[in-house]
């Protein structure tokens, strides 16, 4: 199944005419008094069908059950009241405008309003009863509701009260939320004759004790009086719990189809030729790690199947996915394919480009870098090598899916961070490699590590493969947060490490407007430095510079010509130099609990203790001092990565790009976590036995949007 929409005229089972059709798939305009311009309005917010209007749900709800006397209003009341008209004119105070006084009794109140009909104005005769509600303002003659919701009551008519909660439906462009009201409750009515469709195994429904689907539409879009505003407010309420829960299943079923369908795509599958792997693993100074070994052995086992491999290893910063990445690389060689090896950074594509001309230049292998600044001249003769098949392996930027980029043969991708690349980039990678007749199997290596419930809810179309293990002799790096005002301190520290023949990072903030003035301001720092530290070497890298200066600094750091390195947030991915073993974050608490994790993760790199200093301005909010305090608890990319959830919900966690997660209409990620693992077996169940099910579920929760992944 490619798109949902093939299926979305008319669900399985279903043979009858559009007219007689059941709701869920009716269009709106069969509503009476939805026209042509009302259904292009409704269209705009991806609602073309009954069933769609039923799962527009409300925001929040407002308590209008009860009539407040008007005496009683102050100032800043939502409230509904009641009263009859003593005067409606026309005046013109700045505007022209509608002037409404209405009484109860216990006090007045105006009613304004600067656009309306004459004949609701006619209709405001003295006497008429309204019934009006709206937020209680102090106006230049006592309280006034500005535009309230209104509707005229009969006088002698007992005073009949909303018996249910009024929904707030999300602000839509040109609908109002009466009209809404309308639509929403002409929709439950005929949901109520016909009855929603269960999509979900009616023993799944019994066996979590859910209610039925149509109790609880009915009860979210017009909650009873008695209902607990509190539980519905927090997205906590059973009924909200029973369409998260149904909700959550149709993003995991789409994910699951898509990665079904990845996986039916014609693949190569790797024969071992010349075993190169056990050549380059002998010629390294250790030994792969339990956990990289793991890893590898899942690699291995697709590498050997004919279907593409998707596979995710996660692993904290530092744990050696680099090498994973080598031994995956040089089985696509010895089968006699390519290999592009792609970085979000240009520092990040130099360092891999070096890393991989070490291990491999002693088996005759010369990686060739593709990035945006590399000169003409070593551009076309590094195209030519690929295109030619000449060279092996291809180690770049996003300059890598650029159109003059050819490969002869592409049988893997491998992508470093991937958080930093949309699945658009990797799926064009993917496309690239089809060149050849089939599709590449795909690496993507992370240091973001996220919870296993929510991995297994956003990348669901991937396997998963974990690096749970640093390799031997790191000592945790300690951590410790300090006022700026006691950066002299921090000074002799460097010193003192420096001493040691150790090397030091001082970074610099980040200054987001504007890279020329974080440029500036990490070239101060530098002089201040370098003033104070007169006896060290110090150095620069910042974003401005070229990749070749940037090169150079580094190299020299790497090699020890350098002692304290200052540097703006460039170096936060995968630098790797394993002598440094004091860090220094300036502005500490204006970053993230990821970015300073792994900016952290450049130190403890080698046998020797390392330390951390977070310096910090205040005064601190409280998210930031919870970040400082999480870090100088901990040093598990994990634990980190929990609580960054906690702190910041999954949108920026994974990069709004990354899924369709963030679209979500009732259910939230964190919030709803503990569903997770039963939505992931009735996925499986409903895909083992209810397929027919899942396209109209499909459509129901995901409809025509954008689905991520292959389109
Ligand atoms: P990350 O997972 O953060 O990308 P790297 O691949 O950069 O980590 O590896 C970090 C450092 O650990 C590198 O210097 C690498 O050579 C080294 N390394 C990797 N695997 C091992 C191992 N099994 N034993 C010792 N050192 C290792
Ligand atoms: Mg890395």
Not at 170 to 183: A, K, Y
Not at 335 to 355: S, W
């Amino acid at each position: 199944m490619t798109s949902s929409s093939s299926n979305s005229k008319r669900p399985p089972g279903t043979d009858v005419p559009a007219a007689a059709a059941s709701p869920e798939i009716r269009p709106v305009t069969a509503l009476r008094g939805v026209g042509d311009a009302l259904a292009g309005k409704l269209a705009k917010l991806g609602i073309t069908t009954i069933q769609d209007l039923l799962f527009l749900l409300p925001l929040r709800y407002e308590d209008r059950t009860q009539v407040i006397p008007i005496g009683s209003l102050s100032h800043g009341d939502r409230a509904v009241v009641e009263g009859e008209v003593q005067l409606a004119e026309i005046a013109f105070r700045g505007r022209r405008q509608l002037l409404c006084r209405i009484g109860d009794g216990s006090g007045w109140l105006t009613l304004r309003f600067f656009h309306f009909s004459n004949s609701q104005h006619e209709q405001m005769s003295r006497g008429t009863r309204l019934r009006c509600f709206g937020e209680v303002k102090r106006g230049p003659s006592g309280l006034e509701i500005i535009h309230p919701e209104y509707r005229r009551v009969a006088s002698d008519a007992v005073a009949t009260n909303e018996d249910v909660l009024t929904p707030i439906y999300p602000l839509t462009e040109g609908v109002q939320q009466g009209r809404l009201r309308q639509l929403t409750a002409m929709a439950l009515r005929e949901f109520a004759n016909r009855s929603v469709q269960d999509w979900v195994p009616p023993a799944v429904l019994a066996q979590l004790e859910l209610p039925p689907l149509r109790e609880a539409l009915q009860y979210v879009h017009r909650p009873p009086p008695d209902a607990d505003l509190e539980l519905l407010a927090l997205g906590q309420h059973p009924m909200q719990r029973r369409l998260a829960f149904e909700e959550l299943l149709a993003h995991q079923l789409s994910l699951r189809l898509l990665r079904r369908e990845i996986q039916r795509d014609p693949g190569w599958q790797f024969t071992v030729g010349e075993p190169l792997i056990d050549r380059f693993l002998s010629t390294l100074p250790f030994k792969p790690t339990g956990a990289q070994t793991r890893a590898w052995r899942d690699i291995e086992r697709d590498l050997s199947q004919s279907s593409p491999m998707l596979r995710l290893v996660q692993g904290d910063v530092g744990c050696g996915k680099t090498l994973v990445a080598a031994m995956a690389a040089l089985r696509a060689v010895e089968a006699g394919f390519q290999v592009a090896v792609m970085a979000p950074t240009e520092l990040l594509a130099e360092q891999h480009a070096r890393n991989f001309t070490n291990w491999l230049e002693p088996l005759d292998l010369y990686p060739a870098l593709i990035t945006g600044k590399r000169t003409a001249a070593a551009r076309a003769k590094s195209l030519a090598d690929l295109a030619s098949g000449e060279v092996k392996v291809a180690i770049g930027t996003h300059a890598l899916f650029q159109q003059e980029v050819e490969f002869r043969r592409l049988g893997l991708v491998i992508v470093d961070e991937q958080h930093r690349f949309g699945v658009h980039q990797r799926l064009l990678l993917r496309e690239k490699g089809l060149a050849s007749g089939r599709y590449p199997h795909q690496l993507i290596m992370t240091a973001t590590p996220i919870p296993r419930t929510l991995a297994m809810t956003a990348y669901a179309d991937l396997d998963v493969s974990v690096i749970d293990e640093l390799p031997p002799g790191r000592t945790p790096v300690k951590t410790v947060a300090l006022p700026e005002n006691r950066r002299d301190e921090v000074v002799l520290r460097i010193r003192d490490a420096c001493r040691q023949k150790r090397q030091a990072y001082w970074v610099c903030p980040l200054i987001e407007e504007s890279d020329q003035l974080e440029a500036q301001a990490a070239e101060d720092t530098v002089t201040a430095l370098a003033e104070a530290l007169q006896e060290l070497k110090v150095g620069l890298v910042h974003g401005r510079m070229s990749s070749k200066e940037k090169d150079a600094v580094m190299a020299r750091f790497k090699e020890g010509a350098i002692d304290l390195l200052v540097a703006t947030t460039v170096i936060e991915v995968g630098v790797d130099v394993p002598n440094a073993s004091l860090m220094v974050i300036e502005n500490a608490e204006r970053m993230g609990l990821a970015q300073l994790h792994q900016l952290r993760g450049r130190v403890g790199r080698g046998a020797a203790e390392s330390t951390c200093v977070l310096l910090y301005r205040t005064p601190l909010s409280e998210v930031a001092r919870e970040r400082l305090s999480v870090m100088r608890a901990t040093n598990d990319g994990f634990e980190i990565s929990r609580r960054d959830l906690e702190l910041r919900g999954p949108g920026e966690l994974l990069g709004t790009k990354q899924t369709g997660l963030m679209q979500m209409r009732v259910a939230e990620l964190v919030r709803d976590a503990d569903l997770l693992p039963k939505v992931q077996e009735v996925a499986e169940l409903m895909l083992r036995e209810n397929e027919a099910n899942i396209a109209p579920l499909l459509r129901r929760w995901i409809g025509q949007g954008e689905r991520f992944g292959k389109v």
